[in-house]
């Protein structure tokens, strides 16, 4: 009888162990902060406390008729190979003494065609003072249409103005709705991001 | 004594399960890492009401003498729509108004023309007068050729609305033209004065 209850006395020592173990653990779980690794880098960590302000924004959109001067703009960045996101090499803007206006067909995709209808944006972007800091920043557009919907990508560079003042700059942005059927456009939407740094995103 | 014991071990071992268990449901929210905040920005634009303007049809013209017709406008720099609006005539009911594409040089005499004609609602006298902007690109078996205009509907002369037959002329050269497509859109500009 008295080994039985050496026994029981040892399993129940045990589990009262075990289970100040677990608590205790399950406490200090509870009130730790664990770091994950590897870490998970962001390209938007921060020097800037109010995100995407004053650097770009659209002015306006409208439908077109691609052209031959459209499709033949310069390409707005170049699209890293093989990849489907963010991803890209940009293009600076050319330096502006106040207001320029300059004209762009999307990296993503890098061709467009001629007599397909397309979306003009228009953006506003802010160029820095000829001592400032150029900033990259890349744009993702989704439009969705009666014809099929499309997303189109970009990267661009501020540039710097040639003054000691800044300059704003009006991009005519056009992307090819992929028809040559008139389309119905019901929603554009565009997502702007600032790249890690003015040469490539993100 | 022994059912005191049994429902001691069944109680240990309820709190063991229960010990074992609920950590490990809320291990997932452990492994959530906050982010800074991200740089970034999203704009859905307005999409802005369509004009008072219909299209019409389009045919192909022969003009053997030469049109005077104004031009639609002053194309801006950009390869696209951009540019500074003609006013259209203030209309008492019904009127018609020609028009070359902005910038466009005077249309020559004995030139094949597409004319794609457009029904604009003048707003009454009071208005407000909207702008809005014409894209033509036509397909022939050479290429493209396109035109653009810029407008403000302006303001009738009286209290009621009018009805203007705007055309629209583009240059298809001399040679006669064998078309196999027309494109047309229009859409509001900014303000009655520039475009977009």
């Known amino acids: 009888m008295a080994p039985m209850k050496n026994r029981y006395r040892t399993i129940y020592l045990v589990t009262a162990a075990l289970m100040v173990a677990m608590i205790g653990g399950y406490a200090l779980a509870a009130t730790s902060t664990t770091t994950l690794s590897p870490a998970q880098n962001s390209n938007v960590t921060g020097n800037s406390p109010n995100g995407f302000t004053g650097i770009a924004s659209i002015s306006s959109e409208q439908l077109v008729v691609l052209t031959a001067g459209m499709t033949g703009s310069a390409t707005a960045g170049v699209q890293t190979g093989g990849a489907i996101g963010i991803s890209g090499a940009t293009t600076a803007l050319t330096a502006c003494a106040v207001a320029c206006t300059q004209n762009f067909k999307t990296a993503n995709p890098a061709t467009e065609t001629t007599g397909d209808y397309g979306e003009q944006l228009v953006m506003t972007v802010s160029q820095p003072l000829n001592t400032g800091t150029s900033l990259g920043f890349d744009f993702s557009i989704t439009v969705l249409a009666s014809t099929g919907n499309v997303v189109a990508q970009g990267y661009l560079a501020t540039g710097l103005a040639t003054g000691g003042t800044g300059s704003t700059v009006t991009v005519f942005l056009f992307v090819d709705l992929g028809t040559v059927t008139a389309p119905s456009v019901t929603s554009v939407s565009v997502v702007f991001n600032q790249c890690s740094s003015a040469a490539a995103c993100p | ?196």
């Open chain 2, 1 to 196: 004594m022994r059912i005191l014991r049994g429902r001691w071990h069944g109680l240990a071992l309820a709190l063991m399960v229960l010990l074992i268990a609920v950590p490990s449901l809320a291990s997932g929210a452990t492994s959530v890492r906050a982010l800074a905040p991200s740089h970034y920005l999203v704009i859905h634009p307005a999409l802005a009401p369509a004009p008072p303007v219909t299209i019409g049809a389009s045919v192909r013209v022969y003009r053997g003498v030469a049109p005077g017709y104004p031009a639609g406008g002053v194309q801006g720099t950009s390869p696209g729509l951009e540019g500074t609006t003609v006013v259209l005539a203030s209309c008492a009911a019904a009127c018609t108004d020609n028009y070359r594409p902005a910038s466009a040089p005077a249309l020559p005499g004995g030139h094949y023309l597409e004319r794609v004609t457009f029904t604009v609602v003048q707003p009454r006298h009071a208005g407000p007068a909207t702008g809005f902007d014409l894209e033509v690109a036509v397909l022939l078996s050479t290429g493209w050729v396109v035109g653009k205009g810029y407008f403000s509907t302006g303001v009738a002369t009286g209290a009621t609305t009018a009805t203007l037959t705007l055309r629209l002329f583009i240059d298809l050269g001399t040679a006669i033209p064998t078309i196999t497509k027309v494109e047309v859109t229009v859409n509001p500009c900014g303000s009655t004065t520039t475009c977009p």
